[in-house]
């Protein structure tokens, strides 16, 4: 039986309501500051009834900050990272839940500690990493003499540096951030809730380990795929501080740095207008991911699949 409670269905809908106001709030504040001219929108307070320029200022916001070059690298960027984190993630968990290898206990153990190093932790090493992926070859090339043995071969003075730097490009902005202990660990508890007789069917059956992983577990997996391509999208699109650090060519700027360089700055005029304008703009890709996958997202968080 359940008891109904008036007053407390009351106090949970007041309570939602304001927790959405204040989260709302500023997307529609920015909204509202899209839609006026400079005049108004640098007045204290800014009045909150919408104008008429939202066109023309999302067109200035989206041709001087070069949103379309920079939204499409956000995009790619967080499409490559999710797309990394879960593949590696999948693939990780399964060797260490289905295959019996000695230090398999210490392999994850291994992986769930990197929880405790981010990447802010570990920036240096990653970007010095990033800018000659080859680097830490180049003392075992010295170390064997590669460069005399060339040069003997050549007969000429021959010396090779290695150098493979992933700075200014897509693969610089995804392959450091690719891996991931959370997913691993999601994975790896899901796959222990999946039966063994499955495990033992499939070998009966004659099924190698990839089939058994191809045809059983992916589609098991599928909701707890679809919640976390939610999150890690989100993620990989609202870094700031790695492609920061790893880009330098305009053309390779994400979407949030792109912005940031849009804020009105001391000496600027305040364009609020148009700066808020671009926030919309730039909030556009991950809102529309969370509104297209909220059912798969919900249902990865709160059910099995069967």
């Known amino acids: 039986m359940v008891e109904k409670t008036p007053l407390l269905?009351?106090?949970?809908?007041?309570?939602?309501?304001?927790?959405?106001?204040?989260?709302?709030?500023?997307?529609?504040?920015?909204?509202?500051?899209?839609?006026?001219p400079l005049d108004v929108v640098s007045q204290v307070p800014m009045p909150l009834i919408p104008g008429d320029q939202f066109f023309v200022n999302m067109h200035q916001a989206w041709t001087r900050g070069d949103l379309g070059n920079q939204i499409l690298n956000s995009i790619v960027m967080a499409s490559g990272i999710t797309v990394g984190k879960i593949a590696i993630s999948m693939i990780g968990a399964f060797s260490i839940v289905y295959f019996d290898y000695r230090f398999r206990a210490v392999a994850f153990a291994s992986v769930f500690c990197t929880l405790m190093l981010p990447v802010e932790v570990r920036i240096l090493p990653t970007y010095e990493i990033a800018a000659n992926v080859l680097g830490p070859l180049q003392p075992v090339w010295d170390f064997l003499h590669i460069d005399?043995?060339?040069?003997?071969?050549?007969?000429?003075?021959?010396?090779v540096l290695?150098?493979?730097?992933?700075?200014?490009?897509?693969?610089?902005?995804?392959?450091?951030?690719?891996?991931?202990?959370?997913?691993?660990?999601?994975?790896?508890?899901?796959?222990?809730?999946?039966?063994?007789?499955?495990?033992?069917?499939?070998?009966?059956?004659?099924?190698?380990?990839?089939?058994?992983?191809r045809k059983i577990l992916f589609p098991l997996s599928k909701t707890n795929i679809?919640?976390?391509?939610?999150?890690?999208?989100?993620?990989?699109?609202?870094?700031?501080?790695?492609?920061?650090?790893?880009?330098?060519?305009?053309?390779?700027?994400?979407?949030?740095?792109?912005?940031?360089?849009?804020?009105?700055?001391?000496?600027?005029?305040?364009?609020?207008?148009?700066?808020?304008?671009a926030a919309v703009l730039v909030m556009l890709p991950p809102v529309l991911v969370v509104l297209f996958m909220q059912r798969w997202f919900v249902k990865g968080l709160i059910e099995k699949e069967k």
């Open 148 to 159: 005399g043995l060339l040069s003997w071969i050549s007969g000429h003075d021959v010396e």
């Open 226 to 277: 679809a919640a976390l391509v939610v999150i890690e999208f989100v993620y990989g699109y609202n870094q700031y501080l790695w492609p920061l650090l790893i880009t330098t060519n305009p053309k390779m700027t994400t979407a949030v740095i792109g912005l940031q360089n849009l804020i009105p700055q001391a000496d600027d005029l305040p364009e609020w207008n148009v700066a808020l304008g």
């Open 9 to 36: 269905d009351i106090f949970t809908y007041v309570f939602l309501m304001v927790g959405i106001f204040i989260v709302g709030f500023p997307i529609l504040y920015s909204l509202i500051a899209a839609t006026l």
């Open 162 to 213: 290695l150098n493979w730097s992933l700075l200014d490009s897509y693969q610089g902005l995804i392959l450091p951030l690719v891996a991931s202990a959370t997913c691993t660990f999601l994975f790896r508890q899901f796959f222990l809730t999946v039966p063994e007789e499955l495990c033992e069917a499939a070998k009966m059956d004659g099924a190698s380990p990839m089939t058994f992983f």
